[in-house]
Every structure is written in structure tokens, then in C-alpha cells.
């Protein structure tokens, strides 16, 4: 054995080049390496690369949803920025969810505006918009991935 995978029985399929190209090897070596694939993409979750950026105005949030696609829950990662103030249209919940986060110290005032300083889970992408934006937006429409598609792009929040 060659350690935790018994890399001894692997087999190679090799071009006229002498490049490998593939891999052979037993079921039981494939059932381990999917496990620890499975482990590594637990693990990782915490650190995930956000998918989605929201600018508006001085603030710029990156993120990823999470939860089932029709109904999403929306990861916010530590670094975003929200704009501090509101409009009169903020919906009080919003108002007073930004000063729970306040006192929970996610958000931190930075001047005019506020920083999270952990990840924070909102119930929706629109909850989590709004939050940043300081008015009211539809977070289906405001997230936007690296090649300018929104979640509903994407097909989330569609009914099934």
C-alpha cells in the first residue's frame, strides 16, 4: 500500500507521446477518492468564492445563493460593503434587521457606509439587495454573476 489509496494498482493509458492521458483503477480507490472530494467540498464551503457581485452606488457585496433554487437563501461574504442611510421605501424589517447585524457586529460602520466582517446568511437575495442598497430591489434582478447574468438569468426563483 502506498499510504491512505492504494496508488500501486493504478493503471495509465499512455499516447504515442508517452503523455498519460487517462487513469485506471479500482472501484474501491474511485469510492475513496469521491469520498474525499465530498469531504474537501464540506470543508471548503465556508471559504467559497463568491459567485455574484451587487454594485450600487459606493457599495460592492459579493456573495452566492443558497438552499433550493426556486426559493434561495443568499450567502453575503465578509469584505462587502453596504450603503449607509436608507430610503424612506426601506421597509422597516430591513431597517431593523441592519441594526441587528450592528449589534451582532456582522456590519461595521466604515464612514458612510458599512462592511460585514463575517459571512452572513440572508432569507433571500432580495432581503440581502435591499440591505446593501439602502432602498428596495429585487435581488433576482440585482445579483449579477462574472459574465453579467442575474439569478433569474440563472433560473432562480422560478416556480416549478
Known amino acids: 500500500m502506498d499510504g491512505p489509496f492504494e496508488l500501486s494498482k493504478v493503471n495509465f493509458v499512455i499516447d504515442g507521446d508517452g503523455h498519460k492521458t487517462a487513469a485506471i483503477l479500482p472501484i474501491e480507490l474511485y469510492q475513496q477518492l469521491l469520498s474525499l472530494r465530498e469531504l474537501v467540498l464540506e470543508s471548503g464551503s465556508q471559504s467559497i468564492s463568491a459567485e ?7 457599495a460592492v457585496a459579493h456573495g452566492y445563493p443558497t438552499g433550493a433554487k426556486n426559493k434561495p437563501g443568499f450567502m453575503v461574504v465578509k469584505g462587502s460593503t453596504a450603503n449607509g442611510g436608507g430610503a424612506e421605501s426601506l421597509r422597516p424589517a430591513v431597517l431593523a434587521l441592519r441594526e441587528q447585524l450592528l449589534a451582532e457586529h456582522v456590519l461595521c460602520r466604515q464612514g458612510n457606509e458599512y462592511e460585514f466582517m463575517r459571512d452572513y446568511q440572508f432569507s433571500s437575495p432580495s432581503s440581502a439587495a435591499c440591505l446593501i442598497a439602502g432602498n428596495a430591489r429585487s435581488g433576482l434582478d440585482a445579483w449579477l ?3 453579467g447574468r442575474s439569478l433569474k438569468d440563472r433560473g432562480y426563483g422560478k416556480k416549478r
Open 145 to 147: 454573476d462574472k459574465w
Open 52 to 58: 455574484y457581485t451587487f454594485s450600487v452606488k459606493q
